[in-house]
């Protein structure tokens, strides 16, 4: 690492460094100023850089937030680009809208140009030639990105299922939209390729669900049709002033399924933290409670179908031994 303006146990760049320390850059940009790609490649893997999208880096102390998300896109969005589906929901708001292991792997920029015919190629972007109408597009911070009631209609098609409940459910908590409103405009898209699969998917959107994971675990347990119906984030009173909430549950079989992702819930003090909030909960309610890891819910070999039966059966078991 270049010790021009590096020092020995630095934490962050400093104005040694000869690109902004405050705003975006791209590689062209850093070539310019003499730092290399494989220097920006190595700054970025000790973290003093980050990636917001591919071709664009950002210090390490610049904050996260909705103008510097919009300044990176800017910088290699092409004329005549429209950005749509998972960039679009991120650019709107919806953080945890990007793909899984987004935060390890940069993700592409997606962009499609409205014109019959054309496209963008460029390895910096997943791109193609989608039809919109004007009123499916409007502008943020000054370039065309789909709106979001069109976002949540393309990600409800294109999108593998599971992948797809829980970006829509990660962009209606921005409450940019009513889910009747993308009820009543699955019929725009008559026709469509998978529009059956926005249609089923449609009325599912649940604003209460708080990642990805937890709607992947509530269609599963939906998909199990013969169990009663799960809602999101199910409240358990400890006190006046304290209630946990639960991910996935039933009020009335008192059971719910948690997922317990690695970046809330992998630290000693985090595992610890869980265990008593759940031994409480088994020990003064009368709630079964069950965790899940990734593991469990997405993958070759998830059982998560598993989980919540056998967490069912316990809690019918419970239930007849009450009365």
């Not at 591919?54 to 092409?78: E, F, I, K, N, T």
């Not at 069109?150 to 599971?162: F, H, I, N, S, Y």
């Not at 409940?165 to 699955?186: I, P, Q």
């Not at 994971?213 to 509530?218: N, T």
């Amino acid at each position: 690492m270049s010790r021009a303006y590096l020092d020995a146990g630095q934490t962050f760049l400093d104005d040694r460094f000869p690109l902004p320390l405050d705003a975006p850059f791209t590689a062209a940009q850093a070539r310019h100023e003499g730092v290399p790609a494989f220097e920006l490649t190595r700054l970025a893997n000790a973290g003093f850089l980050r990636r917001p999208i591919q071709g664009v880096y950002v210090a390490a102390q610049v904050p996260d937030s909705l103008d510097l998300r919009a300044a990176a896109v800017r910088m290699v969005l092409p004329p005549g680009g429209v950005v749509t589906d998972r960039t679009a929901g991120w650019l709107h708001g919806a953080s945890m809208i990007l793909a899984p292991g987004d935060h390890l792997v940069v993700p592409r920029l997606s962009v499609f140009h409205r014109d019959r015919g054309e496209r963008f190629r460029n390895d910096l972007m997943a791109s193609g030639q989608r039809v919109m109408p004007d009123r499916h597009v409007t502008e943020l911070n000054g370039f065309a990105v789909t709106t979001p009631l069109r976002t949540v209609c393309d990600l409800g098609r294109l999108l593998p299922r599971t992948a797809a409940l829980g970006a829509m459910d990660m962009l209606a908590r921005l409450g940019l939209f009513a889910v009747a409103d993308v009820v009543a405009a699955v019929e725009q898209f008559r026709g469509y390729r998978w529009v059956t699969q926005l249609r089923a998917l449609a009325p599912l959107i649940d604003a209460r669900s708080e990642s990805p994971a937890e709607s992947v675990i509530r269609l599963r347990w939906l998909d199990l049709s013969d169990l009663p119906a799960p809602e999101p984030q199910r409240p358990v009173h400890r006190s006046s002033t304290t209630t946990y909430r639960l991910d996935v549950g039933n009020d009335e079989l008192r059971f719910a399924v948690e997922y317990d992702g690695w970046e809330f819930h992998h630290t000693p003090e985090q595992l610890e933290a869980d265990r008593r909030r759940r031994r409480w909960i088994m020990e003064n309610t009368d709630w079964i409670v069950r965790a899940v890891r990734r593991e469990n819910v997405f993958g070759a070999r998830w059982d998560v179908d598993r989980v919540i039966r056998a967490g069912i059966i316990d809690a019918r078991r419970r239930g007849r031994r009450a009365a």
